[in-house]
């Protein structure tokens, strides 16, 4: 199908989803001829409780809750159809259709807001399971990405939603994509056009709008940029950053999705797990244990925030050290990461004249030093026999492994200076 095919069907599946979502029509085919109109006019336009038109206009505007069921339907339907491949919308919109027929028979009359509200959490619990399987389907494509990267290509430009766009930048930009799929558009011209409809197209909080503005143009910028753009919208979505961008890219691609948001945000996009999980080692444990107390004193305010940072970096320096122990001595890249270099020299700093033993017990951190060695040992040894990492590349790569889990958590102990 010729991309711009793709883009007029894509347009009339989301004009589809305004038209149906807001009750303005009652069949796909009106809906979608709504595609001619101004794209995005009617995917804005909220329910009219300042002018109900109908009855059950009257009965959702009626109530605070409805109000706010009516606009998750909407949203969580627009997701919906932005991971699904735009040639399996129908099938989506069809069922839209047969919901706001039951809604227009439930909803008519004011006293059954009750009625009308459970059948709404319904809905939106359909569409979230439909849009679940939709990305399940997403992410599986771009798993696929490193066995055939030709047909990752053209699979994803079956699709017209932010997630699918952001893995054809990340292909095209990683000089994965053998050629422009477009002959007759530039690879720039591409990158920049496929950005501007993900700006475009998601609804960004200010924290994600400060952070897609600091990467700049991406048509012209290293592939950490692609990276971080391809992070911060999966960020948006239930799917994972798979290993193999880690694995391709190494520090470039850690540092992508690692700490940054500084928010709860933080948290996503989830991980890949790795095939072996080093501090998943019986020594470690002895050390994390040491590690971990189930109060901090001092962080009651702060410290969910805190934790959740820390956590973040917990883990991917963890994914780090399991999938690619060797970047762990390669330098920061980034201005974050190599502050976050410098702040990680404070904290081992800190931990070996450790003198705070109301946050810490003394206990606890004699039984973390005298453990830490034959961690290390462990360590060590994995790298040589797992990945074949030379005796004094393994040792140096443990005692960063080392260092990187001992500042992760003891950060979360120390007070925010």
Known sequence: MARSTVRVLGWAALMAVAVLAAGGGSSIASAQSAAHATPGTALTAP???????TPVDRTLCASADLKVSVEDVATTLRETLANTP???RDAVLRGQQSFLAERDRTCAERASTDACL?????????????NSAAQKKLAAIAAAIPKDPKAAVAALQRYDG???KAWL?????????????DKDMPREAMVRTLTSAILRDLTLDPDMKEEMAKLGDVATAPVGAALLLLRHVLSTTEMDAPCFLFTKHGVTAFEAFGAFWNSSRDASPALCNASVSVFDLPEWKKVIARMSPNTL???EDSGGLLRQNGGRQTEIDALQASLMPATLL????SEDAKLAAEQRKAVLASFRAWRDFNVWSEADYKATVAALPAAISATAKLYRDTFNLPPSLADQAARAAADRLIASHLS????DD
Do not use: F, T, W
Request: hydrophobic content about 40%; some cysteine; overall charge positive.
């Open 47 to 53: 329910l009219n409780c300042a002018k109900p038109a």
């Open 86 to 88: 735009v040639s399996e």
């Open 118 to 130: 459970r059948l709404y959490n319904k809905r939106v619990g359909d569409i979230q399971a439909l």
């Open 162 to 164: 932010p997630a699918a």
């Open 169 to 181: 930048v990340y292909l095209l930009q990683s000089g994965m994509m053998a050629a422009p799929p």
């Open 297 to 299: 004193p001092g962080q």
């Open 330 to 333: 390669d330098p920061p890249q």
């Open 412 to 415: 979360a102990l120390m007070q």
